[in-house]
């Protein structure tokens, strides 16, 4: 899909149209089968407990429990609504919005039977997956995106507007992007958009929101912000991470092939690349280099490459790691300041700006020679096809503008209905104990 | 009966103890505290933004005694945990007024021992 969608360029004739017809050659593979149902369980890993330790880590202890339940419940609330209608918005071939939104036909999943094969394909046609599958995947990908959005309002939203905005965020900013960008029939899709993991669709759509929720929800209230209250937690959730993504990218083939490996080598060498990166700029800049540093980089590289993975070789994947890493740290660390807008955990910083700079890079890096033989040509800036480079702008625009500007009327309406933010005695007393009536760190036995 | 309080480094904990135990001194309770003297706090880095004064982590140490021996605890205290650097800490004494052992019920000089 993603890649497809990428790919689409020119698989497009042959898998685009399908929606379900299955060409007589397209059987089920095993192989591919066994390594997506693998990369479901990896993709699943990355929001809880992954992005949940790594998030929780950063806030203060009468916090911690907030940021897990948050992500843990996203898990719950997102399956739900992807089984009910989500999945069908997003992908149906059937549309309600011509290009932009998908029908209720899979509502419920119906019709969608065990061994029926999934329609949409990347790099193998003719080994399809079962399509429950393809639902599955997709499902953790959905539940991810808004959990990234987490960072940027953690440690003062009211848990009853969390789950409000959660849901309608779901439905009316993910669903649609998704569609546009990966379904059959969305525009974008259309355009010849390279993006194989999501680094568009997760990343940037995300991070966009994040900084949108940052603006409307505003600072924390503390004359002074604290230091994280558990960097090992941060350090484990990074670690985690890393693990999840070789199945979010590596899985992103929806095959067990070349491509996968590809994304899955291109995954770790970035990350790599921006872990090193980022520890060297800590260095240089502030006299250490340290663990929330290196932590920081290597997530920014897996941000950066999740478009790009199955698109580039091995340097270009470095290229981008450490490139975002750079983009990343300087974001962070000087133009935040400046700017003062509180994103609390750094998602816009991270998963934003990174999914930004992946996004256009990948119009810069992506390499010929990984699809060659395979009856595509996938090239970026480097290999002479400038145009793809305005072609990831014109898809990472439209995204970011989709996402603001969505994120900031859904924040504003839930504002009005419900309030977004908890008072400020609940804020000084912590989340925790405000919203959920529990301690994650109890004094005595 | 005195009350002698100190805060130490850290690190010198296990000095300050073998030092107590050769003094004979072999009650003692320890908790993890934060704080800072003349030193000043030590500075933080996260994200590039700077958390400057950030309290240090001390020991304290609590050591209830006899008047025969406050000059040996002190003693034992300095030898253990002097480094001869800004941070080492300080030792405080307090007139005790009383002391009563839970398990027997015994009162004064009796139930420090």
């Not at chain 2, 005694?65 to 300095?78: F, Q, R």
Request: glycine share 12%; aromatic share 10%; net charge neutral.
């Amino acid at each position: 899909m993603r890649k497809r969608a990428a790919a689409s360029i020119l698989l497009l004739a042959l898998a685009v149209i399908p929606g379900f017809s299955q060409q007589a050659e397209s059987s089920l593979s095993p192989g591919n089968t066994a390594w997506v149902l693998v990369s479901i369980a990896l993709v699943m890993f990355m929001t809880v407990p992954a992005l949940g330790l790594f998030y929780g880590g950063l806030v203060r202890k009468k916090n911690v429990l907030s940021v897990l339940m948050q992500c843990f419940i996203t898990l719950a609330l997102v399956s739900t609504i992807w089984i009910a209608f989500g999945y069908s918005l997003a992908f149906s071939e059937g549309e309600l919005i011509p290009g932009v939104l998908g029908d209720f036909k899979w509502a419920f999943l119906k019709g969608i039977t065990p061994d029926q094969l999934s329609p949409y394909y990347i790099s193998d046609e003719a080994g399809r997956i079962p399509h429950l599958a393809f639902v599955m995947f997709q499902c953790m990908f959905a539940v991810i995106t808004p959990a990234l959005i987490a960072g940027a309002f953690a440690e003062r939203m009211k848990f009853s507007s969390f789950l409000i905005f959660t849901a309608a965020w779901q439905v009316l900013i993910y669903c649609p992007l998704a569609h546009m960008i990966w379904s059959s029939g969305g525009w974008l899709y259309k355009l010849g958009v390279l993006d194989f993991a999501g680094g568009t669709v997760v990343h940037v759509n995300a991070g966009f929101a994040a900084l949108a929720a940052a603006l409307v929800i505003g600072k924390r209230d503390h004359h002074k912000l604290l230091p994280p209250h558990n960097l090992p937690f941060t350090l484990i959730g990074a670690a985690m991470l890393w693990f999840g993504w070789f199945g979010f990218n590596g899985g992103s083939a929806l095959a067990a092939d070349g491509i996968a490996a590809n994304a899955v080598m291109t995954t770790n060498a970035a990350a790599a690349a921006a872990g090193l990166a980022w520890a060297l700029l800590d260095k240089v800049f502030n006299k250490r280099p340290t663990i929330l540093g290196a932590a920081t980089g290597a997530v920014v590289g897996l941000v950066a490459v999740t478009p790009a993975a199955g698109f580039v070789n091995p340097a270009g994947a470095m290229a981008i790691g450490a490139i975002g890493s750079a983009v990343c740290f300087f974001m962070v660390v000087f133009v935040k300041e400046r700017l003062g807008y509180d994103d609390a955990l750094d998602a816009f910083g991270c998963h934003g700006v990174g999914g930004l700079v992946g996004a256009v890079l990948t119009g810069v890096f992506a390499d010929p020679a990984v699809w060659a033989g395979r009856g595509a040509d996938f090239s970026g800036a480097l290999y002479g096809n400038v145009p793809q480079l305005w072609k990831q702008l014109a898809g990472a625009g439209v995204s970011i503008a989709f996402a603001f500007v969505g994120t900031l009327v859904i924040l504003k309406l839930v504002d009005l209905a419900a309030g977004l933010r908890v008072d400020a005695r609940d804020e000084a007393v912590g989340l925790d104990i405000s919203q959920h009536q529990e301690r994650a760190y109890t004094v005595l036995e | 009966m005195k009350m002698i309080v100190a805060i130490i480094q850290p690190h010198k904990l296990e000095e300050v103890k073998e030092a107590l135990y050769a003094a004979a001194v072999n009650l003692i309770t320890v908790s993890e505290v934060l704080g800072h003297g003349r030193q000043g706090g030590q500075a933080e880095i996260y994200r590039g933004s700077k958390e400057t004064g950030n309290l240090l982590r001390k020991i304290r140490l609590e050591i209830a005694v006899n008047e025969a021996y406050v000059e040996p605890t002190i003693e034992a205290i300095l030898k253990g945990a002097r480094t001869g650097e800004v941070g080492d800490g300080k030792v405080f004494v307090y007139d005790l007024a009383e002391v009563v052992r839970i398990r027997t019920g015994e009162r004064g000089g009796e139930a420090i021992g």
